[in-house]
């Protein structure tokens, strides 16, 4: 038997101010996986906001519940490209407090005017420690296969507050 079809709502399409759940594995261009939802719940975010990176929100436009595709997303797109200024050697004395310090740790950094960023130790040579600004995925070509699983209207609380409410 067939499901009578006349009474079925509307799928909602992706759009901005629209709640989005969706399933998706992260690779990078030699096919590592390096995220994914798998096993989890989906990753619900309030689309138009700058709660994913552009590139995939872009790519979600206009999806229904139940689309699958895949994204690729070049690194304007995603998490911007290497920026050499965000590499810079400091002295350990910078790392007060802190005894072991090694290539591939990551901290939180303050600057002068008190904005903090996260930092990873790029190499440490003697007193000289290289700290890298940039995003652990800038400079990468990502790949996304994505399955959105729903797609609602945000609250205008949602909305006012720029984010998704449990």
Do not use: W
């Amino acid at each position: 038997m067939i499901p009578d079809q006349t009474n079925s709502e509307p799928r909602m399409n992706i759009c901005d101010h629209a709640v989005v759940a969706m399933h998706y594995t992260l690779k990078n261009a030699e096919g590592a996986v390096l995220d994914s939802s798998e096993g989890q719940d989906p990753l619900t975010y309030l689309h138009g906001t700058g709660g994913i990176i552009t590139g995939l929100e872009a790519a979600l436009l206009d999806k229904v519940a139940g689309d699958q595709l895949t994204a690729v997303i070049e690194p304007k797109d995603g998490y911007g490209a290497i920026d050499p200024s965000l590499v810079q050697v400091v002295p350990r004395s910078a790392f007060a407090g802190v005894e072991l310090i090694e290539a591939g740790m990551r901290f939180t950094a303050s600057d002068e005017q008190g904005q903090q960023q996260s930092v990873a130790i790029a190499a440490v040579n003697g007193d000289e420690i290289t700290v890298d600004g940039n995003h652990p995925l800038a400079g990468e070509t990502l790949h996304f296969e994505v399955e959105v699983v729903s797609v609602r209207a945000a609250t205008e609380e949602e909305i006012s507050h720029g984010h998704v409410h449990s």
